[in-house]
């Protein structure tokens, strides 16, 4: 059974970090993509970013592109998204998804996905 634990959400300050966690089981992790995505009230689901654990490729949505950095720990089968910087528009429920393969910005690519993990950032 694969499944995807998303975790590290909270509160924050404009400008302030958040550092999200998937870990991922049942999965061959080594050659999959994790995408990052985001549901906001006005927007789709909408990917944020997305890393190939198996050549290390990362993409990442200009919105983001300079403040969050994604990576991945093969080891212990897990994608961080490390958020600076935060925005109030950056406000939204995060959840992860993985794909076997390379990075594909679509969330419709994707066929497992975490549970979600909310970031809410105060202006």
């Known amino acids: 059974e694969v499944q995807l634990q998303a975790s590290g959400g909270g509160l924050v300050q404009a400008g302030g970090s958040l550092r999200l966690s998937c870990a991922a089981s049942?999965?061959?992790?080594?050659?999959?993509?994790i995408g990052w995505f985001r549901r906001t009230p006005a927007w789709e689901r909408e990917g944020v970013s997305c890393?190939?654990?198996?050549?290390?490729?990362?993409w990442s949505a200009g919105s983001v592109r300079g403040r969050f950095t994604i990576s991945s720990d093969n080891a212990k089968n897990t994608v961080y998204l490390q958020m600076n910087n935060l925005k109030p528009e950056d406000t939204a429920v995060y959840y992860c998804?993985?794909?076997?393969?390379?990075?594909?910005?679509?969330?419709?690519?994707?066929?497992?996905w975490g549970q979600g993990t909310l970031v809410t950032v105060s202006s």
């Open positions: 998804g993985i794909r076997k393969g390379g990075c594909k910005i679509g969330a419709g690519f994707y066929g497992y």
């Open positions: 049942g999965f061959t992790f080594d050659d999959s993509a």
């Open positions: 890393i190939s654990t198996g050549d290390g490729n990362t």
